[in-house]
């Protein structure tokens, strides 16, 4: 069964750090590109980081670059979403996502985890 459990989320006051985690089970993690989104109350889901199948490459969306950080253990099937200088604004729901490509497409999702940076 295809499990993806975030965990990590919380509440933090505004400038403090969070790290999320994201456990997966049931497919072969080292083939799938991961990403973390997240979605606010009245607002759509974004992207806010994504990682290659083995880490050679990131990208971030523009609210996160220079504060967050993706990174991923294969090893222990583990994606991870390092949080820093948190804002108000990044106060939202996150998800786990996790997609192989090309022609043998699958995507997977996580239940997600709150995030609320408030003091």
């Known amino acids: 069964q295809v499990q993806l459990v975030e965990s990590g989320g919380g509440l933090v006051q505004p400038g403090g750090s969070l790290r999320l985690s994201c456990a997966a089970s049931?497919?072969?993690?080292?083939?799938?590109?991961m990403s973390w989104y997240r979605q606010a109350p009245g607002k759509e889901r974004e992207l806010v980081a994504v990682?290659?199948?083995?880490?050679?490459?990131?990208n971030y969306a523009d609210s996160a670059k220079g504060r967050f950080s993706i990174s991923r253990d294969n090893a222990k099937n583990t994606v991870y979403l390092q949080m820093n200088s948190l804002k108000p604004d990044d106060t939202a729901v996150y998800y786990c996502n996790a997609r192989r490509g090309g022609l043998s497409y699958r995507t997977y999702w996580g239940q997600g985890t709150q995030v609320t940076v408030s003091s």
């Open positions: 049931g497919f072969t993690f080292s083939s799938y590109a």
């Open positions: 990682i290659s199948s083995i880490g050679e490459v990131t």
